[in-house]
């Protein structure tokens, strides 16, 4: 299994950023897609899920309304679409497979002014 994360990057306030993550390794149809966070001195925290099909998305509390989970089954790709950034959303961003204990590198994404 691998994953791996890119896209992240310093952005101002108000800012947008997309994240990918390439998915190899297992049948990434068959799998719910998470993204999740790592900000510093804190525990990883998921934000946002997407389901095989992509019929359902779950967001956290924090980022709904701001942040849009998809997916592309055909190229075995996952992708958050992050709008109206703030200093809190500052972390370390992670995909992973539902029930599959695999963690990529992770995107770093900063937002600073």
């Known amino acids: 299994v691998q994953l791996v994360e890119s896209g992240g990057g310093l952005v101002q306030p108000g800012g947008s950023l997309r994240l990918f993550c390439a998915a190899s390794g297992f049948t990434f149809k068959e799998y719910v897609m998470r993204w999740y966070r790592q900000a510093p001195g804190k525990e990883r925290e998921p934000v946002a899920a997407?389901?095989?099909?992509?019929?359902?998305?779950h967001y956290d509390d924090s980022v709904r309304g701001r942040f849009t989970i998809s997916r592309d089954n055909a190229k075995n790709m996952v992708y958050l679409q992050m709008n109206n950034l703030t200093p809190e959303d500052t972390a370390v961003y992670y995909c992973?497979?539902?029930?599959?204990?695999?963690w990529g590198q992770g995107a770093q994404v900063t937002v600073s002014s």
């Open positions: 992973a497979a539902a029930g599959l204990d695999y």
């Open positions: 997407i389901s095989t099909d992509s019929s359902k998305q």
